[in-house]
C-alpha cells in the first residue's frame, strides 16, 4: 500500500527549479483514490478540479487554489449521503529556508528547503478541502424550502424525540425546577 501512496500522491507534484520567474498554471484532479489513502477522512467520494497559479518570484513561491467540483457526505440528521458543492480559493506562499516546514500557519506560509526542486500539494488539498466543509453536514432544503433528508428517519428522529415523558416528572425532583429560576 506504501507504495501505491507514493505513486498516486505524486500526481499532485510541481516542479519549480529551473523555471523562469513568472506565472505557472497546473490542473489537477482529485478523486476517490486521493480519499482512500486518508481514511480518517469525512470525505470519502468527490470529483473535485484544482486549479493552482504558481507565481515565481526571487525568494517566494505564491500558490493561488482554486478548488471546484463536488463532494459526498453524510448527513448529520439522517446519516444519508449527498452531494455537497465544493467552491473554494486560497492563496499559499512558500519561501525558502534551511529545511522544509510543511505544515502551514495562520498566514497559509509554508518554508520549502533551499535543496528542494519541486512541492507536493496532496496535503494542502486534503486540508483546504476539510476547510471547505460546513460545521453542520444536511442535506439542502428544495426549492419549497423542505428538506431534502431521509423522510423515514426524520419521523423515526421525531417519534424518539418526543417530550411526553419529560411532562411526567418524578414529584420528588420538582422542588429542584425553581433553582432555574
Known amino acids: 500500500m506504501h507504495a501505491r501512496f507514493i505513486k498516486i500522491m505524486s500526481k499532485y507534484k510541481i516542479k519549480f527549479r529551473g523555471l523562469k520567474e513568472g506565472r505557472y498554471n497546473y490542473k489537477f484532479e482529485i478523486g476517490d483514490m486521493f480519499f482512500?489513502?486518508?481514511?480518517?477522512?469525512?470525505?470519502?467520494?468527490?470529483?473535485?478540479?484544482?486549479?493552482?497559479?504558481m507565481l515565481i518570484n526571487k525568494?517566494?513561491?505564491?500558490?493561488?487554489?482554486?478548488?471546484?467540483?463536488?463532494?459526498?457526505?453524510?448527513?448529520?440528521?439522517?446519516?444519508?449521503?449527498?452531494?455537497y458543492p465544493i467552491d473554494y480559493q486560497t492563496e499559499l506562499f512558500a519561501d525558502f529556508g534551511d529545511e522544509n516546514s510543511d505544515l502551514s500557519d495562520a498566514d497559509n506560509k509554508i518554508t520549502i528547503s533551499n535543496k528542494a526542486s519541486e512541492i507536493i500539494l496532496d496535503k494542502h488539498f486534503y486540508d483546504y478541502l476539510h476547510l471547505s466543509l460546513p460545521y453542520q453536514k444536511i442535506h439542502p432544503d428544495d426549492e419549497n424550502g423542505q428538506t431534502t433528508?431521509?423522510?423515514?428517519?426524520?419521523?423515526?428522529?421525531?417519534?424518539?424525540?418526543?417530550?411526553?415523558?419529560?411532562?411526567n416528572t418524578d414529584p420528588r425532583w420538582d422542588k429542584l425546577k425553581s433553582l432555574y429560576n
Request: charged content about 35%.
Open 149 to 167: 433528508c431521509n423522510t423515514k428517519m426524520i419521523e423515526k428522529i421525531e417519534e424518539y424525540s418526543s417530550f411526553e415523558e419529560l411532562k
Open 59 to 83: 525568494d517566494l513561491l505564491t500558490f493561488q487554489i482554486s478548488l471546484k467540483g463536488t463532494a459526498e457526505l453524510q448527513c448529520d440528521r439522517c446519516l444519508d449521503f449527498f452531494d
Open 36 to 53: 482512500e489513502n486518508y481514511p480518517e477522512s469525512e470525505i470519502k467520494k468527490a470529483e473535485i478540479s484544482a486549479i493552482v497559479e
